[in-house]
């Protein structure tokens, strides 16, 4: 027996097509002179899957249609010198397609072993993504309708150095050592008989005359080399270094204010919520910032809640604004709702809007022809503190100024 | 207090943070509001960082990694996790250590992304086929995201288990001063490959309730994982006694081995208590603050172990005549959790659906 083998009695019916898979991946193996431990075997759901025992190799059973995104999870945190290969049936291709065709565009160092009987074998006899034209099945006795996808052309397409098809029975073992030899992302489609329900549905089947008919032409393909896809590990730096905040200024607020800023999505009202936040903090507030706005970050409404207070803040919500300040009909049309009820507190309103109802204090003000549309919601904050004292002014132009953004406006020159 | 080293900040940057330093060297991420915050820092943070193309793929990656001796984490929210599910299930089956965090947002389905929501607490009760917990914690606050990944972290290495780190939009997403110099220092979480003699069986725990475990390629001992029930060697079973066993000990090591991380603020006199988690926390918080300061005694349990539901909840709420349960969903999730769809006469909840709940609410109840 080989020393890739626990046990030389495989658990398939006798004459399935998988027999020889394996016998040949033995032969492979042995081959290229590896070691059981330095390959790893991720089998799929299938009768195929059920071989793990057999094997003196590593091995990792999965889910239906999962194994190669596993294999590929396993690859990439392996070092190069270790063989994954996965096992999966014609069922686990057609569920899992897309795993397949994404480890052949990254290259990932896997060698996929498909095993194509052309229906799931396990749960009796259905047909497959894979399953030919014509060929019969317990659920299509008249033939099945559809063509096949094909495999070993899809994986090329995308990216895959080497795929290849045999149709057993035979000696395919040289097929093989050559994929487990490619460095990256290599498949074999072995066409096989379900014996069970494959030849019971088909009785007068002959393997090599249906292959030719279906077009699954035996063949080896190569695509253009590139190195294996694995992730370096990097060094990377903490998130929290450069984020301080000093204390420079200070603020008369004794209790809380709530504020909303309310504008149209692209004119920077979330990042000058967030400064306006920053500055309070320069002034030794406690302040939380939150955004709303649609999914389409280009477009529609956007809204920060601000909250600045002297002690803690737990809770960040906002439901009775003491502030809004409104810089657009984004702005406007979306906080309406809530500008309606208030019965304090003040409304800044660009002049270009028409005044809603509201119990708040109106203040027009023109942000946007001063500003401009992109620093209207800036302009508009600083309108706020110089009339209101909240966090001093010149907190709010330093904070800007010391931005990224410092380097394209002058809020001080408005 | 005065701050010494204030900020401004979101909670993701410092989960992202928090897990690196906890030992956490792999993310696999696929973006999805809101959970692509935790997304960006990540791949700024952890030494691999890997963009998956789809939710499956993720999981199926870190089931990968971490069998490789790895430790991976993704963050998603409901869409994404919904498709995570069935690789969940097999990670807990294989005993893959591994951490999600879910990020919950409005549902039903695609829902609102852009609208945070307290309301897969119950679909995380069950997600394990069989009924098997699966140890979820849960963030209350800024110093929790700093403090509860590398707890999840250690739990998911000690218990062999993937762990969900439960959050919502608003808990990841907004800004808050916060004090950096309140965070402790994190250290890397314990781990220890075996190194011992063979035979090896990776399912086999000999005494305890959790098996050694050995990464797979592993130059001297066989590693077998299987997501199929399995017997201790991890070959395949239908269900014999031996499979059924180690199926029936996953159950065991989840409950008896999950962290119980719960915070009691008791006030003497307190008639009522206010139960909460996750970004309700902040409302129930003022509230109490707010009761206390206007003479009403009143006690708060903050829960950050959500699963298994500790037994301890129970004896707490037992103790006081009224308990108030305030959670941002519509059924009262994490009441219906502890006492089923018939609520004890005694306990009241404060629901609220496409908002935060306000302090007000929760006092008005208190009080009520
Ligand atoms: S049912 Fe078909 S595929 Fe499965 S072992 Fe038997 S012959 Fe092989």
Redesign the interface.
């Known amino acids: 027996m080989s020393r890739f083998l626990v046990k030389s009695e495989l658990p398939y019916c006798k004459g399935c097509g998988h027999h020889l898979i394996v016998r040949n991946t033995v032969k492979a193996l042995e081959a290229i002179g590896m070691e059981?431990?330095?390959v790893?075997l991720v089998t799929d759901i299938g009768c195929h899957g059920?071989v793990?025992?057999n094997f003196?190799?590593?091995?990792?059973?999965?889910?239906h249609g999962?194994s190669v995104?596993?294999?590929?999870?396993?690859?990439?945190?392996?070092?190069p010198e270790?063989k994954v290969i996965v096992y999966i049936g014609d069922g686990g291709a057609t569920i899992g397609l897309?795993?397949i065709l994404?480890a052949a565009r990254m290259n990932v160092d896997i060698t996929v072993v498909l095993h194509n009987n052309m229906l799931y074998g396990m749960t009796g006899g259905q047909p497959s993504g894979l399953t030919p034209t014509g060929f019969r099945t317990v659920l299509t006795p008249q033939g099945y309708p559809l063509p096949h996808h094909d495999i070993p052309r899809l994986v090329l397409d995308a990216g895959a150095p080497f795929a290849a098809r045999v149709i057993a029975p035979g000696d395919f073992a040289d097929v093989l050592r050559q994929a487990l030899e490619v460095e990256g992302f290599s498949l074999v489609e072995v066409l096989g008989i379900c014996v069970s329900y494959g030849v019971k549905m088909n009785p007068d089947l002959r393997l090599k005359e249906l292959a030719r008919q279906a077009g699954y032409e035996p063949g080896v393909w190569t695509g253009p080399t590139r190195p294996a896809f694995r992730?370096?590990?990097?060094?990377?730096t903490?998130?929290?270094e450069t984020?301080?905040?000093?204390?420079r200024y200070s603020s008369p607020l004794e209790g809380r204010l709530t504020l909303i800023l309310g504008g149209s999505a692209g004119e920077g009202v979330q990042q000058a919520a967030?400064l306006l936040?920053?500055a309070?903090?320069s002034a030794g507030?406690?302040?939380?910032?939150?955004?709303?706005?649609?999914?389409t970050v280009g477009v529609g409404f956007s809204v920060a809640e601000v909250v600045l207070s002297r002690t803690p803040?737990?809770?960040?919500?906002v439901?009775q604004p003491d502030a809004v300040i409104i810089t657009s009909a984004d702005g406007l049309a979306n906080q309406r709702e809530r500008i309606h009820p208030m019965k304090g507190g003040i409304l800044w309103l660009d002049e270009s809007l028409p005044v809603p109802e509201t119990g708040a204090e109106v203040r027009v003000r023109d942000f946007r022809g001063r500003a401009g549309a992109r620093n209207a919601g800036l302009y508009a904050l600083l309108t706020f503190l110089r009339e209101t004292g909240v966090v001093p002014p010149e907190a709010f132009v330093k904070t800007v100024q010391e931005s990224p953004l410092g380097k394209h406006v002058d809020l001080a020159a408005l | 207090m005065h701050p010494t080293h204030p900020v401004l900040t979101d909670g993701s940057r410092l989960i992202a943070e928090a897990c690196v330093r906890a030992g956490a060297d792999a993310y696999v991420g696929y973006p999805i509001t809101p959970a692509s915050l935790i997304f960006f820092y990540a791949s700024r943070r952890f030494p691999i960082a890997l963009p998956a193309p789809d939710e499956i793929t993720a999981l199926q990656w870190m089931a990968g990694l971490s069998a490789a001796g790895h430790l991976p984490v993704t963050a998603t929210s409901f869409p994404g996790f919904a498709l995570m599910v069935e690789s969940v299930n097999m990670a807990y089956m294989m005993e893959l250590p591994m951490l999600v965090i879910l990020v919950q947002r409005l549902g039903p389905a695609t829902g609102t992304a852009t609208a945070g929501a307290q309301g897969d607490l119950l679909l995380l009760n069950g997600l394990i086929s069989g009924g098997y917990p699966l140890p979820v914690l849960c963030i209350s606050d800024l110093e929790d995201c700093w403090r509860l990944p590398p707890i999840a972290l250690q739990t998911a290495v000690d218990l062999r288990t993937p762990v969900v780190l439960l959050t919502s939009k608003e808990m990841v997403m907004t800004q808050e001063s916060f004090d950096l110099a309140r965070l402790e220092e994190i250290s890397p979480v314990r781990r220890t490959f075996y190194e011992g003699p063979g035979p090896y069986c990776a399912y086999d725990a000999g005494d305890g309730l959790v098996p050694p475990f050995v990464p797979v390629g592993d130059g001297r001992h066989q590693v077998r994982l299987n997501a199929s029930t399995h017997d201790r060697c991890g070959i395949i079973r239908h269900t014999s006694d031996e499979a059924m066993a180690n199926t029936r000990r996953l159950e065991a090591k989840v409950e008896t081995m999950t962290p119980i991380l719960y915070t009691l603020d008791e006030q003497e006199g307190a008639e009522t208590l206010v139960v909460t988690c996750d970004i309700t926390t902040g409302a129930a918080r003022e509230a109490v603050e707010t009761l206390r300061a206007e003479g009403v005694p009143v006690s708060l349990l903050v829960a950050r172990t959500l699963l298994p539901v500790p037994t301890v909840y129970h004896d707490i709420i037992g103790r006081y005549p009224r308990a108030v349960i305030a959670e941002e969903n519509h059924q009262g999730q994490l009441a219906r959790l502890l006492f089923g769809r018939r609520l004890p006469p005694n306990v009241r909840t404060v629901t609220a659906v496409g908002r935060m709940i306000r302090p007000d609410e929760i006092a008005r109840e208190v009080t009520r």
């Open positions: 059981p431990l330095d790893v059920i793990d025992g003196a190799t590593h091995t990792v059973h999965g889910l999962r995104a596993l294999a590929a999870g396993i690859a990439m945190g392996l070092p270790k897309q795993h994404e992730p370096a590990r990097r060094e990377t903490s998130l929290l984020l301080a905040v000093s204390q967030e936040a920053q309070a903090m507030l406690y302040a939380t910032k939150k955004g709303s706005y649609p999914v803040i737990f809770y960040h919500g439901s």
